[in-house]
């Protein structure tokens, strides 16, 4: 369980904590008057084990003996993406009253959670995750009797968190536990053979297989300019894999596709028009809509389509494949394979190699099965 020590108090507008030092030991503290408050920071550790909480670990005393005294602690997720205000930033407070030790000056450590007011190693619903920042202000506040009329004397601070002791690649969430279980299964635990480079080369290969299956689907809206009768998809949608459905803006039925592009030329060559377009046809990476569209709209066709996800990466950007985790073996057993072929001259590897192969396609049936058919359609809600 790594420790991570605060060195540094940061004030908070009001009254703050003074730095002192002891006399005998020079030892530094800070002494904590009622109201006084402070904050620090730090950053989930890239082990972090998902669903537990970071607790803090406090070194205090007081004079006072079985006197009271309160904490409140303010504990705010900071990540990417998630916060954009203060008032947006996920944000939980938690209270701990302690009573003194009855010998005075006595040096006690006490361990409080500081997430996790409702769901455990979540701040106000959303999970942490490795490299989120935890912003954590800290308060003395009134007891609920007997208040300890001394200042607190706080001789150390520290928060430790859960990690998973089990992962040895130093790849952030689902990656690195693929990474570990292909390192397992190759016997190989130092990466001279088998690099993260190699693996994480191979797995973002595996994500395009399986684009290629039309596994990712979600619905894009297109925009539509008047009597054009030509759409970019790649302009429009970058990671744009094939159409399956498209509806018209305000339309109940979708478009009906056409067998080919010359069949579209037919059409055009026969009645170039504008008005509401109900046939389309895809050449390559462009859309062709007949008739042409009578009006400009910035979302005139959605488009259900299957696409390619982002790269997966060692770093917390995006560590995680999405698919279900139970299905990570699918990867595992991808890479595998590639593993062998890239060995093929070893004794034995070819038929490694097949044996992966014929474990990977298995894996792949089994995730492509699970999900929703490619020939799925959208319903129109407008």
């Known amino acids: 369980m790594p420790v991570i020590p605060i060195q540094r108090l940061t004030p ?11 006399p005998v030991s020079l030892a530094a503290y800070w002494e904590w008057e009622l109201e006084d408050e402070a904050h620090f920071s730090v950053t989930v550790p890239q082990k972090y084990d998902p669903g537990t909480n970071a607790v803090l670990v406090l070194h205090e005393s ?38 003194s030790a009855e010998n005075p000056d006595r040096l006690v450590s006490r361990s409080i959670a500081v997430t996790g007011a409702s769901v455990q190693g979540h701040i ?19 007891a609920s009797s007997d208040e300890d009329p001394s200042a607190i004397k706080v001789f150390g601070l520290a928060i430790e968190f859960w990690t998973d002791d089990t992962s040895v690649s130093e790849c952030a969430g689902r990656c ?3 990474v570990d279980a292909v390192r397992d299964l190759f016997n190989e635990s130092t990466g001279g053979f088998l690099p993260d480079r190699f693996i994480l080369r191979s797995i973002n290969r595996c994500l395009r297989h399986l684009t290629q299956e039309n596994y990712w689907r979600r619905e894009s809206w297109l925009p539509c300019v008047a009597g054009s009768n030509r759409i970019s998809l790649l302009e429009a949608v970058p990671d744009f894999q094939q159409l399956h459905h498209i509806y018209y803006s305000g339309c109940s039925v979708p478009m009906k596709p056409l067998g080919s592009f010359q069949e579209y030329e ?17 050449q390559n990476t462009d859309l062709y809509v007949w008739p042409r569209a009578s009006q400009s709209l910035e979302s005139g066709f959605c488009m259900y389509h299957s696409y390619l996800p982002e790269d997966i990466t060692c770093s917390p950007v995006n560590p995680n ?22 060995d093929r001259h070893a004794p034995g590897a070819d038929v490694k190699f097949h044996e992966y192969s014929a474990l990977y396609e298995q894996e792949k049936q089994r995730l492509l099965g699970a999900g929703d058919s490619p020939h799925l359609g959208l319903r129109s809600y407008r």
């Open 12 to 22: 908070v507008s009001g009254s703050v904590p003074t730095e002192m030092y002891d």
């Open 62 to 99: 007081t004079p006072s003996v079985s006197a009271r005294h309160k904490w409140q602690f303010t504990c705010s997720l900071i990540r990417p993406g998630v916060h954009s205000t203060n008032e947006a930033t996920p944000t939980e407070t938690f209270l701990s009253e302690i009573i």
């Open 124 to 142: 106000a619903g959303i999970q942490i995750a490795p490299a989120d920042l935890l912003s954590v202000s800290m308060k003395r506040v009134s």
């Open 176 to 178: 690195g536990q693929i």
């Open 266 to 282: 037919e059409l055009k060559t026969g009645c170039d028009s504008t008005g509401v377009p109900e046939y389309y046809v895809v």
């Open 321 to 342: 494949p999405p698919i279900p985790g139970a299905h990570d073996l699918l990867f595992v057993y991808y890479v595998l394979k590639e593993a062998f072929l890239k």
